[in-house]
C-alpha cells in the first residue's frame, strides 16, 4: 500500500507502520510487539484508559483514575503488548515539530467543574514535576509541554498497578517519525529531517528540568523511524 492511502501526518504513519511496516519498532525494541490500538480490524480506532474495552485488556482498575485525571483523558496514538515479558507500551507519536504545542487551559470564565478538572490535572502533573526534583517554571509542565508531562503522568500511575493488572510493567514511548512525505508540499515542507527530533526533545527536557537518563530509568523511550520509505 502506498503512504498516500493513510491519513495525513502522525495519525497516517502510525497506522502505516502498524500494518506495513511493525518489524520497524520491533527490532529497536528487541521484542515482538502485540499491538491493541490502531489496528485496522477496528478501523484505526484509538482509546482512551478508562474505556471498558482497555480496562478488560490490560487488567487496569478503571474507578483509580476518578481522583487522578478527568474522565476525559488523554487518546493514546498506540498501545501495544510485549506478551512474552507481559509488558504495555503506551505510545505517543509525532511527525512534525509543530505537533508538540501547548494546551491544558484554563480561562478567566471557567465554570466550576472546568475548574476541578483543571486542578486534578495540575495535582498530577506537579507531583510528577515533583518527582523529578525539577525547579523549571511550573508554566513549562502545566502549559508550554503539557503534551509530554500528562503522557508522563499517566506513565506514573499505571506503574503503581502491576500487581493487579495482566502487564508486569509499563512503558512510554515518544514515536517521532523523520521525513513524513505527507508533510511536504511546494510551498512549505513541515516534515522532521533527520537528527530534528534529537535537537527537539534535548532541548524540552532542557527546559523541563529532567535528564534523558532519568526518563530511561523509567521505561521512557524516545525513538525516531525514518519514514522515507513509507
Known sequence: MNRNQYPKGSKGMIQC???EHKSLLDEKLGVNLSWISPIESTNFKEYQLN?????????FPPNEFYNFWPSRQPQWDGLAMDNEHKTLYLIEA??????IEPGNYLTKDANESQKANFNLKKNAIMSLKNHYGSDSDDKL???????????LAFLHKLKKFTAVAKYNDVK???LNFENDSSWKSQSKNESVPYGGWKKKYANILQKLGISKEQLQNEGVLIIDIDGSNF
Not at 94 to 99: D, V, Y
Not at 141 to 151: D, E, K
Open 17 to 19: 507502520l502498524v500494518k
Open 51 to 59: 474505556g471498558s474495552f482497555i480496562s478488560d485488556t490490560i487488567g
Open 94 to 99: 509525532k511527525s512534525r515539530l509543530s505537533e
Open 141 to 151: 509542565w502545566l502549559h508550554t509541554y503539557y503534551q509530554i508531562s500528562n503522557r
Open 172 to 174: 512510554l514511548i515518544f
